[in-house]
Nanobody, 124 residues
Framework: QVQLVESGGGLVQAGGSLRLSCAAS????????MGWFRQAPGKEREFVAT????????AYTTSVKGRFTISRDNAKNTVALQMNSLKPEDTAVYYC????WGAGSRDGKEYDYWGQGTQVTVSS
């Protein structure tokens, strides 16, 4: 069983920054690929970013490239999403997820555990 708890969401003006963090339980965190997804009201959940277990491979959805950075600290069992130059269209509930068997995927179906989500609201 893996528990994921997100934090760091909030309200920010367009152009501002937020840093999301996800704390994971389990002694084998270093073996999981981790991902961030988001879901805006009335829209389907979408992939945002992923990072492989070792932290040396990352991938992003096109709309956040150059603005968001995913990172992980395997000693602290945490994964972070640094979000800069935020736009109103980034407003969503952000979820972290753990993929116990893969190397990092854009497909939410590959992930085995999900957090409860944290709200990010960007005002114009």
């Amino acid at each position: 069983q893996v528990q994921l708890v997100e934090s760091g969401g909030g309200l920010v003006q367009a152009g501002g920054s937020l840093r999301l963090s996800c704390a994971a339980s389990g002694r084998t965190f270093r073996n999981y690929a981790m991902g961030w997804f988001r879901q805006a009201p009335g829209k389907e959940r979408e992939f945002v970013a992923t990072i492989n277990p070792g932290g040396y491979y990352t991938a992003y959805t096109t709309s956040v490239k150059g603005r968001f950075t995913i990172s992980r600290d395997n000693a602290k069992n945490t994964v972070a999403l640094q979000m800069n130059s935020l736009k109103p269209e980034d407003t969503a509930v952000y979820y972290c997820a753990a993929d116990l068997w893969g190397a990092g995927s854009r497909d939410g179906k590959e992930y085995d555990y999900w957090g409860q989500g944290t709200q990010v609201t960007v005002s114009s």
